[in-house]
Each structure stands twice: as structure tokens, then as C-alpha cells.
């Protein structure tokens, strides 16, 4: 909830800012009044594989990392530069200081936050999708080897509900591949249960 005032003080919304516009406003509003969480729940929010956030992250993304960097300007006393197109490309992000390597990392940790998200939500489809359009960000570049790992056992977990053991295996040794560490957790955590909680036979 907001006043209409200060709606109108902060700009309202912009339409280069797509999918992220609320993140744009809310950052602009912060700077024209207070603001404050509410003790109370007013809003519940589905979370489902048609989503805005789910069907268009990479845009997403772009637009919440230039409201971000147009953000630090305005607070430095420093002119906003003029976005020419139509929609926040990775030029425009990568013109606020922001490099190639940051906009891919801000990326890589949307697709696993979203990745996790869908699996939470039995959205298993949207879980394959997601994980598709990760692989296909990491091979023109590279990806945080833990993130690619976060999501190969997201799909290992997957393909085994889906008794698909094949791919679950080739999903796992993908995990331990891109980075042994994070991989090892959830081996990690199933032993330290274990041994926190001794079988009938030793109590």
C-alpha cells in the first residue's frame, strides 16, 4: 500500500524496467518517504511454473540490476544516463558499471533460487525447463561452479521421483563434477542424522 502523492512523486512505474517495474518503484519510493513491513500477512502470492518471475528471469534480472545501479547513482548526487531502447538490455546494465561476469552471476542466482522454488512446489516440468536454460547459459560462458551443482542435484532429485535412474545418475555425477563440495552436502546431512539419531539396537 502507498500514497497516491508519493506514486506520483517517485516517477510511477517505467516501462524499460519489465518484469521488475515494482523493484524499480519500490527503490525510487524509498527515497521519498518511509517506508515499513506490516505485522500482518495482506497478501499471499502462488508460486507456480507460469509465473511472470519463472517464464521471464533473464529480463527479470536485467531490469532489477539496473534499478539496483540507477539506485547507488541517485544516491552519489550522480545524473541517471538515458536508457535509448524500449526494454534494460545488457548494454545498458553493463554502462551502469555493471560487468558481463556480475550480470551472469546475479543470473545464475535467479535460475537457482527459482530451480529451488519449482522442486519446493512440485513443479517438476518447470524444474527441467529452468535447469535446461541454466546449461545453456553456462556454455558460452562460465557459472559458478556451485550454483551449476545446486541445480544438477535439483534434477537428480527430479528424475529420481520420475523413476528415471539413469538420468538421475548422470544429473549427480554432473553435481559432483562442477563442484565435489556441494554436492557432498546432502550426503553430509543424511549421515549427521544418522548419527544424531542412533539406531533402536544402541540406545
Known amino acids: 500500500m502507498m500514497r497516491k502523492q508519493t ?17 524499480d518503484l519500490c527503490l525510487r519510493i524509498l527515497e ?23 517464464r521471464n528471469l533473464k529480463q527479470q534480472s536485467l531490469s532489477a540490476l539496473a534499478a539496483h545501479a540507477l539506485s547507488a547513482l541517485r544516491e552519489r548526487q550522480c545524473a541517471e544516463p538515458p536508457c535509448d ?14 560487468s558481463q561476469a556480475a550480470q551472469r552471476r546475479a543470473l545464475t542466482s535467479a535460475y537457482v533460487s527459482w530451480i529451488g522454488a519449482m522442486l519446493q ?10 535447469f535446461e536454460e541454466l546449461t545453456d547459459l553456462s556454455r558460452p560462458g562460465p557459472v559458478p561452479g556451485s550454483a551449476l551443482s545446486t541445480a544438477m542435484l535439483s534434477a537428480c532429485w527430479v ?14 555425477g554432473r553435481a559432483v ?27
Do not use: C
Open 32 to 54: 521519498h518517504g518511509q517506508v515499513a513491513n506490516l505485522p500482518v500477512v495482506v497478501l499471499r502470492k502462488r508460486t507456480h511454473s507460469e509465473g511472470v518471475s519463472v
Open 85 to 98: 531502447g524500449p526494454l534494460i538490455s545488457p548494454q545498458y546494465v553493463e554502462k551502469l558499471g555493471v
Open 121 to 130: 512446489a512440485s513443479q517438476h516440468d518447470a524444474v527441467r525447463q529452468l
Open 177 to 203: 563434477w562442477a563442484s565435489p563440495v556441494v554436492a557432498a552436502r546432502p550426503l553430509k546431512w543424511k549421515l549427521s542424522s544418522l548419527f544424531r539419531t542412533p539406531p533402536a539396537s544402541f540406545r
Open 159 to 172: 528424475h529420481a521421483r520420475e523413476r528415471r535412474p539413469l538420468q538421475a545418475l548422470v544429473a549427480l
Open 7 to 23: 506514486f506520483d512523486e517517485a516517477g510511477g512505474y517505467r516501462s524499460q524496467f519489465m518484469h521488475a517495474e515494482d523493484y
